[in-house]
């Protein structure tokens, strides 16, 4: 471990970090590689192991309670880099492959995700973002979360919360019931980046989270739920639920820009339907028509039309508290030896990069360089801070002022305090 020297040499490895994260946030829905590491033994770890053959990431083991229907995984970090695939691989009899992202970066999906004869349910609290070469090959159904939890038949909980993976001990042979979004908010969010995304699946897919936008993808299964929310609640798994939404507010943002198609039906025993919580947003300039079977009335087609003149409100970014809401840990000091992009709550959603000791920061108009006052690195994935951590400015442009600190409260407290101001260079 080095620790970087101050003065002007901090100064220029700060710039060229700085410079790598504008790149970093400019490619991030697809420019990464595979990047799947699952939960070690300990705390949170479920036995996932993995193996590679060509492009092919196979992963095994997990836990599965009672040899029932259920196949647990845990990961700490699950990107899928273009031309890639991550496959679970299931033995006989596993209907539901249950999987979970704790370490704390969103999904970078890219590649192929594929589960053979069983339904998939992925939760990433951090967010996860459908790349142009995204696909889905998946024999059943798929649900994409941002919720913390998922809640099954039994009152079994799989969680994606650090702070409670004690309810690994309640993880059973029960039915997937609903996610499960709690704390405060804003949650993560789902993206499909491009008009060359396409997701599709032959029985239910679903996308639950704290914001969805979707840019001119395409979206196709027998039943399609979007549902979008920006306060505690629960959005249903089951198939054949009426209203999959009824438990939550609804009050989050779906967008779409032209080009969006989102097609429901196949003939199935699904009823044809796309689902939507709440409303389709749109541009100005643009209009969402849609196509309803008129002996239902359910809406079985959304195409969004027109051309982008007004732009869309960005979506709410996570902060660190909603992901882990028993401990919350500074966003940039997250880490696991290397440049991570990460959410955070104040002043307005920046996006950190730190390695070690040295960080570079953009928060609007402002940009600014910081350094730690010790190591920030934890020692594993996931890892929080066993003390409060002080950043001091070193440099940035904005508004005059005293030097920028930012306090986040280690282990054990429940709050985080984020004091911001910005001083010239």
């Keep these: 471990m080095t620790c970087r020297p101050s003065g002007l040499p901090l100064?220029?490895?700060?710039?060229?970090?700085?410079?790598?994260?504008?790149?970093?946030?400019g490619s991030i829905a697809y420019g990464q590689a595979t990047n799947i590491v699952a939960t070690p033994s300990g705390p949170g770890g479920l036995g996932t192991s993995l193996s590679t053959s060509g492009n092919t990431t196979n992963i095994t083991g997990g836990t599965r309670p009672g040899s029932g229907p259920n196949l647990f995984h845990s990961f700490n970090q699950f990107s899928v880099g273009t031309g890639d695939v991550a496959a679970f691989v299931n033995p006989g009899g596993v209907s539901n492959v249950i999987s979970r992202v704790i370490g704390g970066s969103p999904s970078n999906i890219n590649g192929t995700v594929q589960a053979l004869n069983a339904n998939l349910f992925f939760i990433n609290p951090s967010g996860i973002v459908f790349g142009p070469n995204a696909q889905l090959n998946v024999s059943g159904s798929a649900y994409f979360s941002t919720a913390q939890q998922l809640r099954l038949s039994d009152g079994g909980i799989f969680t994606a919360n650090t702070g409670l993976l004690a309810f690994?001990?309640?993880?059973?042979?029960?039915?997937?019931?609903?996610?499960g979004f709690f704390g405060q908010g804003p949650y993560g969010s789902i993206v499909l980046s491009s008009p060359s995304t396409v997701l599709q699946t032959?029985?239910?897919?679903?996308?639950?989270?704290?914001?969805?936008q979707i840019n001119g993808s395409k979206i196709s299964a027998q039943r399609v739920m979007l549902g979008s929310t920006s306060s505690a609640g629960e959005m249903s798994v089951q198939p054949f639920v009426g209203n999959p939404f009824s438990g939550a507010s609804g009050n989050g943002q779906v967008q779409a820009l032209p080009g969006t198609l989102i097609v429901?039906?196949?003939?199935?025993?699904?009823?044809?339907?796309?689902?939507?919580?709440?409303?389709?947003?749109?541009?100005?300039?643009?209009?969402?028509?849609?196509?309803?079977?008129?002996?239902?009335?359910?809406?079985?087609?959304?195409q969004?039309?027109?051309?982008n003149l007004g732009g869309l409100p960005p979506l709410p970014t996570a902060n660190a508290a909603s992901v882990n809401t028993t401990n919350p840990v500074e966003p940039v000091a997250f880490l696991n030896r290397a440049a991570v992009l990460l959410p955070q709550d104040a002043p307005t959603p920046p996006a950190p990069l730190l390695t070690s000791r040295c960080a570079a920061r953009k928060d609007g108009a402002f940009s600014s360089l910081v350094q730690a006052s010790r190591d920030v690195t934890p020692s594993q994935p996931g890892g929080s801070l066993a003390a409060p951590v002080v950043l001091q400015e070193v440099g940035g442009e904005g508004e005059p002022g005293a030097p920028a600190t930012q306090t986040a409260q280690g282990q054990g407290q429940s709050t985080a305090q984020l004091m911001e101001s910005w001083q010239g260079c």
Aim: charged share 5%.
């Design 11 to 25: 100064l220029i490895h700060g710039l060229l970090a700085f410079l790598m994260l504008v790149g970093h946030t």
């Design 168 to 179: 690994d001990s309640t993880l059973s042979v029960g039915s997937p019931v609903s996610f």
């Design 202 to 212: 032959g029985a239910v897919l679903g996308l639950m989270g704290g914001g969805i």
């Design 264 to 302: 429901a039906g196949g003939g199935g025993v699904i009823p044809a339907s796309i689902d939507v919580t709440p409303n389709v947003s749109v541009p100005t300039g643009a209009q969402a028509n849609t196509t309803t079977n008129p002996i239902n009335q359910r809406v079985t087609q959304i």
């Design 304 to 307: 969004v039309v027109g051309v």
